[in-house]
């Protein structure tokens, strides 16, 4: 014959709640809860005590998500880096190069928006009308000399390109220079083609300019 439970009457903790409900004597806890719910009402808006959040902690460590907003140490940055070390040997980042390369070229990074600025939106639909494609829609590259790029706008006719360049990301900073204008405009006389580069504080003026040549076209027509 089943033995008959004994039970205890406790008192939920929410201060909003205080209904009386039965729990087996080895449940009975300093503060006991009715539901999820009363759990949740009584630590809104408390800070938890520090037993409380180095056991959240513990309890966390290894999960994806851990070190998000967290600094780590001089010396655990350098037990990870000396732990990735023997992965990256000169044979796997060759081929890691060679693989992204690949990639490029077969056009599969081009099919990510986010790669486009709101400089190149803003212009496409006005040099259009000059004969140039976009890369946003049509992707377009050229490789030479051992690397591989994809212009903002070209046209083929012409064999004209146009590269906007960011100010915040074509900066320099903290020892990293980019590739000037200058660079950009003889990589690219390499393989024949004529390249301008529009800084992002220059487009206002750039627009009038195009916006211009289009007018000056149709009356010519």
Not at 60 to 69: A, L, R
Not at 111 to 122: C, D, G
Not at 143 to 151: A, F, I, K, N, W
Request: with cysteine.
């Amino acid at each position: 014959m089943a033995r008959k439970k004994t039970l205890v009457e406790v008192t939920c903790a929410n201060e909003k709640c205080g209904i009386k409900f039965m729990r087996v004597p080895y449940e009975v806890k300093e503060k006991n809860y009715c539901s999820y719910d009363c759990v949740y009402e009584s630590r809104r808006g408390k800070p938890l005590s520090p037993e409380a959040v180095k056991k959240s902690s513990e309890s966390h460590k290894g999960k994806p998500g851990y070190w998000t907003g967290k600094k780590m140490s001089a010396q655990h940055r350098k037990n990870l880096s000396d732990a990735h070390k023997p992965y990256w040997t000169p044979e796997r980042r060759a081929a890691k190069s060679e693989l992204t390369k690949k990639l490029w070229a077969s056009g599969v990074y081009s099919k990510n928006p986010s790669r486009h600025s709101s400089h190149e939106y803003r212009l496409k639909p006005i040099l259009d009308q000059l004969g140039y494609f976009s890369t946003i829609d049509t992707p377009k590259f050229i490789t030479y000399d051992g690397r591989t790029r994809e212009p903002d706008f070209f046209n083929p006719v012409t064999r004209d390109i146009i590269e906007i360049f960011g100010s915040y990301h074509h900066r320099d900073q903290q020892g990293k220079t980019h590739e000037t204008p200058e660079e950009y405009i003889a990589w690219y006389a390499g393989v024949d083609y004529n390249c301008r580069v529009v800084w992002d504080y220059e487009l206002d003026e750039f627009e009038n300019e195009i916006l211009d040549r289009i007018n000056q076209e149709m009356f010519v027509l």
